[in-house]
């Protein structure tokens, strides 16, 4: 779980993750919402998929971004199970 925190703490991969709740998204897409060149953007998308949060389709030279929402899903798990479910437990 410690890469999927290391891959929220940047700015620019939580923008990405935001964008790709709504919908899949191709890398030209994403590049089009952000002010990131396009190394930058290439290492922002391997840190993502190697924590599982995103996954990715090929057609021809497009390649398509998909939020992994098992992986979000399980990490939210986790930390209500870590933390509490937020009901008053007589703190």
Known sequence: MSDVFSALSSPVRREIL???????MTAGDIADHLDVGKSTLSGH???????????????????????NTSVVEEMLAALVGMFGHGEDEGN
Not at 18 to 24: E, G, I, T, Y
Not at 46 to 64: E, H, M, P, Y
Request: proline letters at 0%; glycine letters at 4%.
């Open 18 to 24: 935001s964008m790709l709740k709504d919908r899949d």
């Open 45 to 67: 998308f391997n840190v993502l998929k190697a924590a599982d949060l995103v996954s990715t389709s090929r057609s021809g030279t497009t390649i398509t971004y998909s939020l």
